[in-house]
């Protein structure tokens, strides 16, 4: 698919390290003012400098979410972060509140704007005050079906770039705002602090049956009736590109580099067209996931998507490469493995190599049985040659 952006998170280096190699256009990333995630997930400034830098060099773009919706006191400061992001070399800022949008415009009219989902911009017209304020992308409403999509391409200039989420978690109010988690405990969903209540477990009670609990459940079990399943459009690619979208968006500053860099991969190779759609989709069903969905595009729900609330996985990461030598790899330890299993080594492109675990030796020369240290450095013999930056994992289905 040409001309087709793909757009993967980072929370922390290593995920953008995984990201630009496994296969990313663009990356995302939050920062210290108005980013919507844990703090956990940001990037102080001299991280943003050494990302826009590492993007470049890679031949890709960084973008910076700032995508809160901003309180008085905000508004000041993120007009000078803005001009710190365009000195810095970022190459967009993500937005939603109309108040950051003419801050930033005024402050750093030359740095790019992207229209955050959270703004839930599902028309042309809208679209259009969006253009008219500045904005170079609209990150298009996750409430949107296919048909709506087009029909707002339709009526916009082609100068309108129009980006979609096409996997990762989506919150049970989709588009985002959400006041659950500030009811319940205090913590917003809208200032990165939500505590995903939505994923708890509940049960009913009735009006006159005080204390009374009624569990909600479907057969086999119970049910977090408010937990999203995720979104998996990898099926979907060609007909949202049809519909008029450009850049497709990968859902996830809070996953881990193994996530970023396994689902990036399979939609890589999926628009290159290097493995099968039903390979991509295969591999996509390894990582940790809540069951998929492909949320509105197809059309309105018209069936329950709440679940269990747990998350299924088809396989566990066990390591990082750090190198390769005549027959031997040098691994982190970041899971259990043993002597007698099968680990697969996850590298950019198509296929997937395998080998034996024949023996685990440690940094000493010391002969191991199993590897359970976390972060330990180990070596394996390995008859396959692998990369620095690959990772290894062990086929293990399991639910969490």
């Not at 008085?72 to 949008?101: C, H, K, T, W």
């Not at 082609?158 to 096409?166: G, Q």
């Not at 395998?354 to 972060?375: K, L, Q, W």
Request: proline fraction near 4%; glycine fraction near 8%; charged fraction near 25%.
């Amino acid at each position: 698919m040409g001309n087709i952006e793909l757009l993967s998170p980072a929370g922390d280096a290593e995920s953008l390290t995984a990201a630009l190699r496994f296969g990313a256009d663009a990356v995302y990333v939050g920062g210290e003012t108005l980013q919507l995630r844990a703090k956990s997930a940001g990037f102080c400034r001299e991280q943003i400098v050494w990302a826009a830098r590492q993007a470049h060099q890679a031949g890709k773009r960084l973008y910076v979410a700032m995508n809160s919706l901003a309180r008085n006191d905000e508004i000041e400061p993120a007009a000078e972060y803005a001009r710190f992001l365009r000195d810095a070399g970022v190459d967009a800022a993500i937005v939603s509140d109309v108040g950051v949008l003419a801050a930033v415009r005024a402050a750093a009219p030359d740095l790019e704007l992207h229209l955050s989902t959270q703004a839930s911009c599902m028309n042309y017209a809208a679209a259009q005050v969006y253009r008219d304020l500045g904005v170079k992308r609209v990150v298009l409403a996750r409430e949107m079906t296919l048909e709506d999509i087009a029909a707002l391409r339709v009526n916009m200039p082609p100068d309108l770039e129009l980006e979609a989420f096409v996997h990762g978690a989506m919150c049970m109010a989709y588009s985002g705002r959400c006041i659950l988690s500030s009811f319940l405990t205090g913590r917003s969903g809208n200032r990165g602090e939500c505590a995903q209540p939505c994923r708890w477990n509940y049960a009913l009670v009735e009006e006159k049956r005080p204390g009374e609990l009624f569990p909600v459940a479907e057969e086999g079990g119970t049910t977090a009736i408010l937990s999203s399943h995720d979104l998996n459009c990898i099926r979907l690619l060609d007909k949202l590109q049809r519909a008029g979208v450009t850049a497709f968006k990968i859902e996830g500053r809070m996953k881990t580099a193994f996530y970023v860099a396994c689902v990036t991969r399979a939609y890589r190779m999926a628009l290159d067209g290097t493995d099968t759609v039903d390979n991509c989709a295969s591999e996509l069903e390894l990582v940790k996931h809540r069951p998929y969905s492909e949320g509105f595009y197809r059309g309105y729900l018209k069936e329950n998507h709440y679940n269990s609330g747990r998350y299924a996985h088809g396989a566990v990461f066990v390591g990082n490469v750090l190198g390769w030598s005549e027959g031997l790899l040098r691994v982190r330890q970041r899971n259990r493995f043993q002597v007698g299993e099968t680990l697969e080594i996850v590298s950019p492109g198509a296929g997937t190599a395998s080998f034996p675990v024949t023996a685990i030796m440690t940094g000493e020369g010391e002969a191991r049985d199993c590897a359970p240290h976390p972060n330990e450095i180990l070596t394996l013999p390995c008859p396959v040659r692998a990369q620095p930056g690959d990772f290894l994992r062990r086929r293990e289905s399991g639910e969490t």
